[in-house]
């Protein structure tokens, strides 16, 4: 299985940014796709933004405009570039990769936004 390893998360003020990263233990570039999830306390985990093998992004209706998703194939990472936060993006962050059908799930990193 895949082992993926996230960073970046921290606490920021509302209207700041963050950069997320998640590096992946093998090449990616036959992942099918790779992404970010977000679960809040007491919510279920939701998406957030993903990125197929051919560089197709799709996002969640709450954070298009803000936030942007990419990879580095050569790097193994892929990255959450978020902006202008709000209170309502604090969660924990999860990084995925889909590759046929096994999934891999990294242990996640804490996104706080103050008011």
């Known amino acids: 299985q895949v082992q993926l390893v996230e960073s970046g998360g921290g606490l920021v003020q509302a209207g700041g940014s963050l950069r997320l990263f998640c590096t992946a233990s093998e090449n990616i570039f036959n992942f099918d796709a790779m992404g970010w999830y977000r679960q809040a306390p007491g919510e279920q985990r939701e998406l957030v933004a993903t990125?197929?093998?051919?560089?197709?992004?799709v996002y969640a209706d709450s954070v298009k405009d803000r936030f942007a998703v990419s990879r580095n194939n050569v790097r193994n990472t892929v990255y959450l570039q978020m902006d202008s936060l709000k209170p309502e993006d604090t969660a924990v962050y999860y990084c995925?990769?889909?590759?046929?059908?096994?999934?891999?799930w990294g242990q996640g990193t804490q996104v706080t936004v103050s008011s």
């Open positions: 990125i197929s093998k051919g560089g197709n992004t």
């Open positions: 995925n990769a889909r590759v046929l059908t096994a999934t891999s």
